[in-house]
């Protein structure tokens, strides 16, 4: 990036307040807290925008289930994630939320203005909704004719008034900028997957409903007060309204974004929806889009009924906030899905941080404390060591770019080159020899060249692990700001005559995983509960006959409190209702049960029932059923098993 690029506008997605923040939302604003943290260090006017968003019809259902407005609902998530982002000390500009007023202004004035432009008219929409995804699917989208391409669950036949956008006006304009931008959307490899999807023909969008209450009113000059506003719609505009769009928009001048960070999965939106938005609105487009990947754990997908969800706060506090960050940007290529466990994580940190970073700045302060009594003068370094200072400063010239592509990785690996340099200078300078022959001078540029390596490194470093490289700078004598990145990094000067400060070790070595899974805490506590009953001898009921289980294989079982969201008949079944049950989870589960002769939708509606939550999903008359609901039956009928009093979605049973 050059130097005259003084403004710079770096966004995460506005994170939706259906759940609680997990890894991958970690992963997103660290990413993006680390280009806004160099940018600011490079002198840059930085503006970082997160926050969350709060409107839609999952939303609705959700608050409702839990005897919530949506509001109050929406206020608890939102402030779950404003205080992990403060707890990891991410250093975002503003936090926007869809339900601030000055959001909803905007996002009507982008209505209006699109409307004016003819690009909104108003229809009748029939097609299929999943619920779920807030989204909509054609016919030839559905896997089975019925279940959404995306998260399984069955969609549901929607018609009603609708305003529609005139995507497919902006199909040819689209494909256009794909092509004359091809870094317009990172990785590169994504840009194709946006191409195909757009060559085969952009339906117009429905970016309003009627059937549900909780989302942005349409502009009063329409005089429709029964419509809001499709959820992708205003979430999109948060963009624009955080910096005034509509209301004060002095911040304005920051647009258009350097880059929108999101995840893959929202890639669509962003990639097809959002500039069709912008090029209706008049505006210019971002710079990229970049799309990472997801996280997996130990190879399996997470899910809170296996137990191995990655609280990152957990982590955090565990291993420490910045071997964390480091970790997560240097562990996965961008936009490739990434594999989460604590080994990897406590190799890094023994490996790259401990031995390769820790131990160099150890070595450095063990030699001139020994040699120079900690007094180190840099004058010698382009005397004796011209060719290791060259090759590592035509790495420091080089690596920038990597990190405006969002490629942390191959920035990281880049960086650690240098720290091979150094430690290869301290093999071959010997300084410990040189000082035996009397060649103090030449030792001494050995040690100064490492530190100076050093110095440089923690500057660029700084972004990445901001606390930890300002103790390492503190040590070599200098704060990390932006006139030592000007000197140290775009100069490439040297320190001057500085003392050195000795500091205990930064990384100290971690031999066993710190965190135990909630996996690994039910197996503790089954060998427990093994040894207690070992103890004697279990009675063999020989009048019933009944198979006895081990402890372990009960706990093998996961039962979960879920509330019943949703509930309908399953047509030309005499058994069967199809039910929407909350877990606690990202998205509701779809079970299907057999007690329609006992219960009506309407009985279940807002109850709370037990979940085997861990059950193989299967297929009944051709809906996915992802659990079984448990019941006792007897002459009498049956009645379904529940919580005496209300529970937590997701709490466990056993």
């Known amino acids: 990036m050059s130097d005259k690029c003084k403004k710079i506008y770096i966004t995460t997605p506005i994170y939706y307040v259906n759940d609680v923040p997990h890894i991958g939302h970690a992963y997103t604003t660290i990413i993006a807290d680390t280009l806004a943290r160099y940018s600011r260090l490079a002198g840059m006017d930085v503006f970082f925008l997160t926050g969350t968003d709060e409107h839609g019809q999952k939303i609705e259902h959700a608050a409702k289930a839990r005897g919530k407005s949506p509001q109050e609902y929406a206020d608890e998530i939102s402030a779950r994630f404003k205080y992990l982002w403060d707890e990891f000390e991410i250093s975002y500009d503003k936090f926007i939320r869809t339900t601030d007023e000055d959001h909803m202004i905007g996002v009507q004035k982008a209505f209006e203005v699109m409307f004016d432009n003819g690009d909104i008219?108003?229809?009748?929409?029939?097609?299929?909704?999943?619920?779920?995804?807030?989204?909509?699917?054609?016919?030839?989208?559905?896997?089975?004719?019925?279940?959404?391409?995306?998260?399984?669950?069955?969609?549901?036949?929607?018609?009603?008034?609708?305003?529609?956008?005139?995507?497919?006006?902006?199909?040819d304009r689209l494909l256009e900028w794909y092509e004359s931008k091809p870094e317009?959307?990172?990785?590169?490899?994504?840009?194709?997957?946006?191409i195909n999807f757009v060559k085969n023909g952009l339906d117009d969008l429905s970016i309003t409903r009627t059937s549900f209450d909780w989302g942005v009113k349409l502009p009063e000059k329409l005089n429709d007060p029964k419509h809001v506003m499709y959820v992708w719609l205003d979430a999109l505009m948060n963009y624009l309204t955080a910096l005034g769009y509509g209301t004060d928009e002095k911040r304005m001048e920051f647009w258009p974004a350097k880059i929108h960070l999101i995840g893959k999965d929202i890639l669509r939106f962003h990639a097809i929806y959002w500039p069709a938005f912008l090029m209706s609105l008049g505006l210019e487009l971002p710079h990229h889009i970049g799309a990472h990947g997801w996280w997996t754990r130990n190879g399996e997908k997470m899910s809170k009924s296996k137990g191995n969800v990655v609280d990152p706060k957990e982590i955090a506090d565990a291993y420490g906030l910045e071997n964390f960050r480091y970790f997560m940007l240097r562990e996965v290529p961008f936009g490739q899905d990434g594999d989460f466990s604590q080994r990897a994580l406590?190799?890094?940190?023994n490996s790259d941080l401990g031995n390769d970073l820790g131990n160099l700045l150890n070595r450095i302060i063990g030699m001139s404390g020994k040699y120079f009594d900690f007094a180190v003068k840099s004058d010698g370094v382009k005397t004796h060591h011209a060719a290791e200072l060259a090759e590592a400063e035509e790495i420091f010239d080089q690596v920038e770019p990597y990190l405006y592509e969002v490629q942390t990785n191959r920035y990281l690996e880049e960086l650690w080159k240098t720290l091979r340099i150094a430690n290869k200078a301290i093999d071959t300078g010997m300084p410990w020899v040189r000082m035996k022959e009397g060649k103090e001078e030449e030792a001494m540029a050995t040690i100064a060249l490492v530190a100076n390596i050093l110095a440089k490194v923690s500057v660029l470093l700084h972004p990445f692990m901001p606390r930890t490289t300002q103790t390492i700078a503190g040590a070599l004598g200098f704060d990390i700001d932006t006139e030592s990145y000007r000197k140290l990094i775009k100069s490439n000067e040297l320190l001057g005559d500085f003392t050195i400060e000795k500091?205990?070790?930064l990384f100290p070595r971690i031999e066993e995983p710190l965190v135990e899974t909630p996996a690994e805490k039910a197996k503790a506590e089954a060998e427990k509960t093994k040894k207690e009953v070992k103890k004697t001898e279990p009675r063999k009921n020989e009048e019933s006959g009944a198979n006895l289980i081990t402890i372990d294989?009960?706990?093998?079982?996961?039962?979960k409190i879920g509330t019943v969201i949703e509930a309908e008949e399953v047509p030309k079944s005499k058994k069967l209702l199809k039910l929407q049950v909350d877990l606690g989870e990202e998205r509701p589960r779809q079970i299907v049960a057999g007690i329609k002769e006992w219960y009506s939708p309407e009985d279940l509606k807002g109850t709370q029932v037990c979940v085997v939550a861990n059950l193989k999903p299967a297929k009944l008359m051709g809906m996915v059923s992802e659990g079984m609901i448990l019941a006792a039956k007897d002459d009498e009928g049956l009645s379904l098993?529940?919580?005496?009093?209300p529970k937590r979605p997701g709490s466990s049973v056993g």
């Open 121 to 171: 008219y108003k229809d009748v929409y029939r097609g299929h909704y999943c619920v779920s995804c807030e989204t909509f699917f054609t016919a030839t989208q559905l896997v089975d004719d019925e279940f959404c391409p995306e998260c399984g669950r069955s969609t549901t036949i929607v018609e009603e008034e609708s305003y529609f956008f005139r995507l497919s006006k902006y199909q």
């Open 184 to 194: 317009c959307i990172l990785p590169k490899s994504k840009r194709n997957e946006v």
């Open 346 to 349: 406590i190799d890094r940190i």
């Open 503 to 505: 500091i205990p070790p």
């Open 553 to 559: 294989q009960f706990f093998q079982v996961s039962l």
């Open 641 to 645: 098993v529940r919580p005496e009093q």
